[in-house]
């Protein structure tokens, strides 16, 4: 399956844009009671997977030093926030329990995406670090690094150690990716971590930003695992839909530059500024998709945008 972008080259917008409420013939979602950004904390990460979205960086070496500065920034937000962490891979940011009790202590709350090669005391020790400011836990099964029934075993282990010790309100998954030599051990996978009481959540491959592609057989397959993250869709397209991102959602490197979403970042659009400093700026509304393609379940599992049921017939504009 071939995902095309609307546009291969996409110049910048007047950003914000006017408020859209309706868009392509949908109403937009209720106003979001609370943000999310998702925060690529840094770039370092001591495995190198062939199927890594990241494995084109320039510098695989990063990680944001300016943990003051990002606080204050996250000081600033109207309202409250949730803060995805993710990398590279996050637990091995030097000043991660900084950067995570200093959320805590603003009001924000905070989830997490790793590989989920920390240790079991590092592990405990950013749950305690959160208390009840943690919302998802989401551990990433690699099968080029967990490639045998020894790693599996540990890494259930460990999946059952979070699961058990995080707050009433936050959740735990696994994740693992659908590559096509994987395809074969995904259900087999699903049903081991649901006899253990756990969730494993399957995502497409992606190449250069776009779902890589899948026979109808394949994607057949995919759908009966749960799609994307169990949204249902290998690929989701909210194009021309209005979208809170830019307003209650942003996507935030470890330099602090701030886009929309993620495939805004891919095609260097909708810039928000640099969230360090004056120039960063949020929108006030809802504004229209401008891609065919959503590589980001995040907004999508937070409500950021209508999907098909909420198509109106009215076709008002």
């Given amino acids: 399956m071939k995902i095309e972008p609307i546009l291969k080259r996409i110049h910048p917008l007047p950003w914000p844009p006017k408020e859209t409420l309706v868009s392509g013939a949908y109403k937009a979602t209720k106003r979001p009671s609370r943000g999310v ?37 996250f000081r600033k937000l109207p309202g409250e926030w949730e803060v995805k962490l993710s990398g590279g891979e996050p637990f091995q940011h030097p000043t991660l329990l900084e950067i995570v009790a200093g959320l805590k202590n603003l009001g924000h709350f905070v989830s997490i ?18 208390e009840d400011k943690l919302l998802v836990f989401s551990a990433s099964l690699h099968l ?22 995080l707050p009433k309100e936050a959740s735990f998954n696994a994740t693992c990716v659908a590559t096509q030599n994987n395809l074969s051990k995904l259900k087999e996978l699903v049903d081991r971590f649901s006899s253990q009481g756990l969730r494993l959540k399957i995502q497409p491959e992606k190449q250069f930003g776009d779902v890589i592609n899948y026979s109808q057989a394949e994607e057949t397959e995919l ?24 307003a ?31 120039d960063f700026h949020l929108a006030t509304g809802p504004s229209p998709c401008l891609y065919s393609y959503c590589n980001c379940t995040v907004p999508i599992e937070r409500g950021m945008m209508p999907k098909d049921k909420n198509l109106e017939v009215e076709n008002e504009t």
């Fill in 37 to 73: 950004i998702t925060w690529n904390i840094n770039t370092t990460c001591n495995y190198r997977c062939s199927y890594c979205t990241q494995k084109f960086l320039d510098n695989r070496a990063r990680w944001s030093q300016d943990t003051t500065l990002f606080l204050e920034g």
């Fill in 113 to 130: 995406v790793t590989n989920f090669s920390a240790s079991e005391k590092k592990l405990l020790a950013f749950l305690s670090a959160l």
């Fill in 144 to 165: 080029e690094y967990i490639n045998n029934e020894t790693t599996l075993a540990e890494f259930i282990k460990k999946s059952l150690l979070v699961q058990n010790n």
């Fill in 223 to 246: 759908i009966q695992l749960g799609g994307h993250n169990g949204l249902g869709k290998v690929a989701w397209s909210f194009l021309g839909r209005p979208c809170w991102a830019g």
């Fill in 248 to 278: 209650f959602s942003f996507t935030l490197d470890d330099l602090g530059n701030a886009w929309r979403c993620y495939p805004a970042r891919r095609f260097r659009a909708q810039y928000l500024g640099n969230f360090l400093s004056p």
